[in-house]
């Protein structure tokens, strides 16, 4: 799999490239199967329906890696917290996390991590259907990304009451991120047991934290859970995606394969920083995707800076719903063409 090679450094025919929320809003398909299962959340639990837009952006677009279709808050919502997509608010947990009982309810370790059936099924039947020449990535949102949305109980733009929380109770605040993380390992690992050949972290609220604190409460469990993916399953690549700490890139270092760039983060920064012990992912900014000039002027750029083919092209960030399909083939074709050698 091309793709795989080059999360292992090794030569390819061309840079890999692939979108994250590829299997999104912008396919006038999903949208389709979407409407079939009703919501949201009835599409992640549908293994068939996730599995069918898990596929659509590598027949689509062209993609070389699939990801699977799900929703990194399926973790605590299993670990036993109520979850709804609320219209014009996004997910909201109906009880958030407060005190150390809330968190000794919660499920744990395996417990809740056996309970994401319909994510491995999904996992099962896209690995079926896809081709053995392209990828199945699955993924897990990093434990402080978890962690905030538990505490905070929806999305949040000042992180105030789970900062709170760290600042005025380190204690509790860590045993919640070390309950997160053991579930998440052996989600992975079941994830991986299921069929996927990558896996990837995302941790999107890495930036809500200065860097000591980050450090302390973020990075350290997304080491520890590759740490842990590696010493059992040592063949499969891992990714890390820590939005926005492209200041912080001094103090990264562990068990991983290949590092996800922010489009906030200059890539001639992070190869100066970490492109000799990582493959590098990323990262065009998602809004060039509005231009075709604009994305070939960012394709040009990037593919010059990571000419040494040490690289994944993908962007910054997601894909935004209202792109059109004929730009995203546009961008994948380019880096293909590009980058070809």
């Known amino acids: 799999m091309i793709f795989t090679d ?25 949208m389709e199967v979407r409407k079939k299962a009703g919501n949201f959340l009835n599409l992640c639990h549908t293994p068939e329906l996730a599995a069918e837009v898990t596929l659509q952006p ?11 279709f799900s929703d990194i808050l399926v973790v605590p919502n299993e670990m036993g917290m109520k979850l709804d997509f609320v219209k014009g608010e996004g997910p909201v947990f109906e009880k ?3 005190t150390k009982d ?8 395996k417990e809740a991590a056996d309970k994401l059936t ?13 081709s053995d020449e392209k990828a199945l990535i699955g993924f897990t949102g990093a434990p402080w990304t978890l962690a905030t949305y538990m505490v905070e109980g929806q999305g949040t733009k000042t992180y105030n009451i789970v900062k709170k929380l760290i ?7 860590h045993y919640l991120l070390q309950k997160v993380s053991d579930v998440v390992k052996y989600y992975l690992e079941n994830q991986i047991k299921s069929g996927v050949n990558v896996v990837q972290i995302f941790d999107s609220w890495a930036a809500a934290l200065e860097k000591s604190a980050y450090m302390e409460f973020s ?8 740490s842990y993916i590696k010493s059992k399953y040592p063949e499969i690549p891992i990714i890390v995606f820590p939005k926005g700490i492209g200041t912080y890139l001094d103090d990264i270092d562990g068990d991983f394969d290949v590092f996800g760039v922010d489009w906030g983060t200059p890539m001639s920064l992070a190869k100066e920083k970490l492109g000799d012990r990582y493959i590098l992912q990323g990262n065009m900014e998602p809004c060039r995707l509005y231009s075709k000039e604009a994305t070939k002027e960012c394709v040009m750029s990037i593919a010059d800076t990571m000419k040494d083919g ?3 092209f993908n962007l910054g960030h997601g894909i935004l719903p209202d792109v059109s399909v004929e730009n995203a083939k546009f961008f994948v074709s380019l880096v293909k063409e590009v980058t070809k050698r």
Do not use: F, N, S
């Not at 809330?102 to 370790?109: K, Q």
């Not at 600042?167 to 605040?173: R, V």
């Open 58 to 68: 590598v027949d689509i677009v062209g993609v070389d890696a699939a990801i699977m």
């Open 219 to 226: 990075w350290r469990y997304i080491k520890d859970i590759c």
């Open 6 to 30: 080059a999360c292992k450094g090794k030569k390819t025919p061309y840079t890999p490239v692939w979108i994250m929320r590829q299997a999104g809003r912008y396919l006038p398909e999903y």
């Open 118 to 130: 319909y994510v491995y099924e999904t996992i099962k039947i896209a690995r079926e259907k896809l």
């Open 102 to 109: 809330d968190i000794d309810g919660l499920l744990g370790d």
């Open 167 to 173: 600042y005025t109770d380190p204690k509790l605040m």
């Open 310 to 312: 040490r690289h994944i």
């Open 96 to 98: 958030p996390v407060k």
